[in-house]
């Protein structure tokens, strides 16, 4: 079945604490993408990464950072979480970056104390 | 700052009537647009694109682009309570960026 995994699906951590979190997907996909979900904010893009050791800043890049070594993972770091990322993450893919139909992973909520 | 503004609502709509959810944004740039649906607790699918000025049908959901006024909007016909979820407009940048709205809360009451 074609998908896009995250794991953990939820998460309760505390300031400072280095955390990952992974996306994996098995559709060959080149564009995979890093979004947060905050209430009457939308989606909100972290990085995105056209191919394997190609990735790029978003719009709100900060705090976060990411790796392409393969190109089915994509997993999100969060070197020392700060309460202001609580956050629902989505981990996305498509074909390519311009392709319209983009594969969303289920959802990571992240709560930092 | 490309913005991209929808009315979070909630929108309530009784059961079979038509619902209009509607979309601004900023960036004259933007080519191509997009609705999503997220049901809650669930991750956004895509439901309609559109590209050209005018209207797109697909079943009950009818996208229409203005560009001259910069508005999308989403008009779902013979509304379902199974329709009842936040609809996300997007558009994309010449650069292929996506920008998001807000959403907007949409609730059918059978």
């Known amino acids: 079945e074609a998908q896009v995994t995250q794991n953990p699906r939820y998460l309760i951590t505390v300031t400072g604490k280095k955390l990952t979190v992974t996306c994996s997907q098995n559709m060959n996909h080149e564009y995979m993408s890093w979004y947060r979900q905050d209430p009457g904010l939308g989606l909100r893009q972290i990085y995105y990464?056209?191919?394997?050791?190609?990735?790029d800043k978003g719009d709100v890049p900060e705090g976060y950072k990411v790796s392409r070594k393969e190109k089915r993972n994509f997993p999100l770091i969060l070197e020392s979480p700060s309460p202001n990322q609580t956050s629902l993450y989505f981990c996305?893919?498509?074909?390519?970056?311009?392709?319209?139909?983009?594969?969303f992973g289920p959802g990571t909520r992240l709560l930092v104390l | 700052q490309k913005e991209v503004e929808q009315n979070s609502g909630p929108l309530s709509v009784p059961e079979g009537a038509i619902a209009s959810l509607n979309c601004t944004y900023s960036d004259r740039g933007s080519q191509s647009f997009f609705w999503y649906r997220q049901y809650s607790g669930k991750s956004p699918e895509l439901i309609m694109s559109?590209?050209?000025?005018g209207d797109k049908e697909d079943g009950r959901f009818t996208a229409q682009l203005n560009k001259a006024s910069q508005y999308v909007s989403l008009l779902i016909r013979d509304s379902q309570p199974s329709d009842s979820a936040t609809y996300l407009c997007?558009?994309?940048?010449?650069?292929?960026?996506?920008?998001f709205g807000g959403g907007t809360r949409l609730m059918v009451k059978p």
């Open positions: 997007a558009g994309k940048d010449a650069g292929n960026m996506l920008t």
């Open positions: 990464s056209m191919n394997v050791e190609v990735t």
């Open positions: 559109i590209y050209s000025n």
């Open positions: 996305a893919s498509s074909l390519w970056q311009g392709t319209e139909t983009q594969y």
